[in-house]
């Protein structure tokens, strides 16, 4: 059935609420599961990392080498899927990834435990866990550049913070479902197959997501004269690269310590209860929700880097009265609750302008491979290592300020890089 002229031009109208959309479900799901995979660290330990006999500590650290072992995977799915996104379009590599994040998620879902199938059910996992690592590496680069190529002209600060706040979304789906699950299972229950049940839900969200992101068509920008595929992706300049994980490194790193690893570490450090853990993670993606697309607005008023400094440097300055503030006994549920969701939206303010930033320090014919790359590279040292990093470092030392000196000393960098030359549009 051919389309009228009218028909195409509502199409076209419609195109940008579209990707919104297409991008947002696919950005969801991938966040939801590593997500729900933080969130259930301490079960999933027991479970897949812990034979019998064995050491909760030791098997806790297992899980998150494998939780950041996906992360390392990232760089390769972002120079694989990147360079196919800028050479045949955004499109079809949308579509590939988020098919694979899919089913690797739901395939963990339906894995036989340690006690059902011996040393082969970490391995197992853990091979899921890769898969998802090279599909996220191709996620964000395509789709930061869909969501910043679709944007209306001075609206690429908003339309890229969705990325953003579709990640907190994930985060905050995740940890819904397992304080949902946890109060309405017993520990038993959830323990033996309610874990279960968040992974499986990715089937029906990555349905809603391939059904979308296959009539979206492709970008206007990449659909420009000398940028689609018959010239190809240009090569990235190394120092970009480096320079923009710089920028970022401090809103991967705050990012996980404060909405990811703080159910495990208030578990394992402070003796708090699990669902008291999830209940103050969920404050803090709150905060970090409410924050992204006012940052990702105000971007595109006064620069990206204004605000991303303005966040990174409240961590550096109240990284470590934050846990203090945890750890005190004598602090009241209220003041941890305002102070843990202050943490979600400080880092919101790098969450919000971070992706139209990144894109605009490339070419729309190495966009996706060179911020893919920038993003993976900086998630797989300091995001995907967070929780290994803190873990250890508390067993082995006793210090649980930590976390707080992680994130502080990420940031710092962050602001030194941010504070260099802009390289970018918007500066």
Request: with cysteine.
């Given at each position: 059935?051919?389309?009228?002229?009218?028909?195409?031009?509502?199409?076209?109208?419609?195109?940008?609420?579209?990707?919104?959309?297409?991008?947002?479900?696919?950005?969801?799901?991938?966040?939801?599961?590593?997500?729900?995979?933080?969130?259930?660290?301490?079960?999933?330990?027991?479970?897949?990392?812990t034979p019998a006999g064995g050491s909760a500590a030791e098997g806790l650290v297992r899980t998150y080498a494998s939780f950041g072992l996906a992360f390392f995977f990232r760089p390769l799915g972002a120079a694989l899927f990147g360079r196919l996104a800028d050479r045949l379009g955004r499109r079809p590599v949308l579509i590939l990834v988020v098919a694979l994040m899919t089913g690797a998620t739901a395939l963990i879902g339906v894995l036989p435990t340690y006690a059902q199938a011996g040393a082969l059910a970490p391995w197992l996992l853990t091979f899921l866990r890769v898969v998802q690592g090279l599909s996220a590496g191709g996620e964000f680069g395509g789709a930061v550049a869909m969501l910043t190529e679709f944007a209306p002209p001075g609206r690429r600060g908003l339309y890229g913070a969705w990325q953003s706040f579709t990640v907190a979304l994930g985060l905050?789906?995740?940890?819904?479902?397992?304080?949902?699950?946890?109060?309405?299972?017993?520990?038993?229950?959830?323990?033996?197959?309610?874990?279960?049940?968040?992974?499986?839900?990715?089937?029906?969200?990555?349905?809603?997501?391939?059904?979308?992101?296959?009539?979206?068509?492709?970008?206007?920008?990449?659909?420009?004269?000398?940028?689609?595929?018959?010239?190809?992706?240009?090569?990235?300049?190394?120092?970009?690269?480096?320079?923009?994980?710089?920028?970022?490194?401090?809103?991967?790193?705050?990012?996980?310590?404060?909405?990811?690893?703080?159910?495990?570490?208030?578990?394992?450090?402070?003796?708090?209860?699990?669902?008291?853990?999830?209940?103050?993670?969920?404050?803090?993606?709150?905060?970090?929700?409410?924050?992204?697309?006012?940052?990702?607005?105000?971007?595109?008023?006064?620069?990206?880097?204004?605000?991303?400094?303005?966040?990174?440097?409240?961590?550096?300055?109240?990284?470590?009265?934050?846990?203090?503030?945890?750890?005190?006994?004598?602090?009241?549920?209220?003041?941890?609750?305002?102070?843990?969701?202050?943490?979600?939206?400080?880092?919101?303010?790098?969450?919000?302008?971070?992706?139209?930033?990144?894109?605009?320090?490339?070419?729309?014919?190495?966009?996706?491979?060179?911020?893919?790359?920038?993003?993976?590279?900086?998630?797989?040292?300091?995001?995907?290592?967070?929780?290994?990093?803190?873990?250890?470092?508390?067993?082995?030392?006793?210090?649980?300020?930590?976390?707080?000196?992680?994130?502080?000393?990420?940031?710092?960098?962050?602001?030194?890089?941010?504070?260099?030359?802009?390289?970018?549009?918007?500066?």
């Amino acid at each position: 059935m051919r389309l009228t002229f009218e028909d195409r031009e509502v199409r076209e109208r419609n195109q940008p609420l579209r990707a919104l959309a297409a991008g947002s479900v696919g950005n969801f799901i991938e966040w939801y599961e590593f997500g729900v995979y933080g969130y259930v660290a301490t079960v999933v330990a027991e479970r897949f990392f812990t034979p019998a006999g064995g050491s909760a500590a030791e098997g806790l650290v297992r899980t998150y080498a494998s939780f950041g072992l996906a992360f390392f995977f990232r760089p390769l799915g972002a120079a694989l899927f990147g360079r196919l996104a800028d050479r045949l379009g955004r499109r079809p590599v949308l579509i590939l990834v988020v098919a694979l994040m899919t089913g690797a998620t739901a395939l963990i879902g339906v894995l036989p435990t340690y006690a059902q199938a011996g040393a082969l059910a970490p391995w197992l996992l853990t091979f899921l866990r890769v898969v998802q690592g090279l599909s996220a590496g191709g996620e964000f680069g395509g789709a930061v550049a869909m969501l910043t190529e679709f944007a209306p002209p001075g609206r690429r600060g908003l339309y890229g913070a969705w990325q953003s706040f579709t990640v907190a979304l994930g985060l905050l789906g995740g940890a819904g479902a397992a304080v949902g699950l946890s109060v309405f299972l017993t520990a038993d229950q959830f323990g033996s197959w309610g874990w279960r049940l968040p992974f499986l839900l990715a089937l029906p969200l990555g349905a809603l997501a391939l059904w979308l992101r296959i009539g979206l068509d492709e970008t206007p920008e990449f659909r420009e004269p000398g940028a689609g595929p018959a010239v190809g992706a240009v090569r990235v300049p190394v120092g970009a690269i480096a320079l923009a994980a710089a920028r970022v490194m401090g809103w991967s790193a705050a990012g996980y310590t404060f909405l990811v690893v703080l159910p495990s570490y208030l578990q394992a450090a402070l003796h708090t209860g699990f669902r008291e853990a999830l209940l103050a993670t969920v404050v803090a993606n709150l905060g970090f929700a409410a924050a992204i697309l006012p940052a990702g607005l105000l971007s595109d008023r006064v620069g990206r880097r204004p605000v991303m400094l303005t966040g990174a440097g409240l961590v550096v300055v109240l990284a470590l009265p934050l846990l203090h503030l945890l750890q005190d006994p004598g602090t009241s549920a209220a003041a941890k609750g305002a102070a843990l969701c202050g943490a979600g939206a400080v880092v919101g303010l790098m969450a919000g302008p971070g992706p139209a930033l990144l894109a605009e320090m490339f070419p729309a014919r190495a966009r996706c491979t060179g911020l893919g790359l920038a993003y993976a590279l900086s998630n797989a040292v300091f995001s995907g290592c967070a929780g290994l990093i803190i873990t250890e470092a508390v067993r082995r030392t006793g210090n649980l300020d930590v976390p707080g000196y992680y994130a502080a000393a990420t940031c710092a960098v962050s602001v030194l890089a941010l504070l260099g030359p802009p390289r970018t549009k918007a500066g």
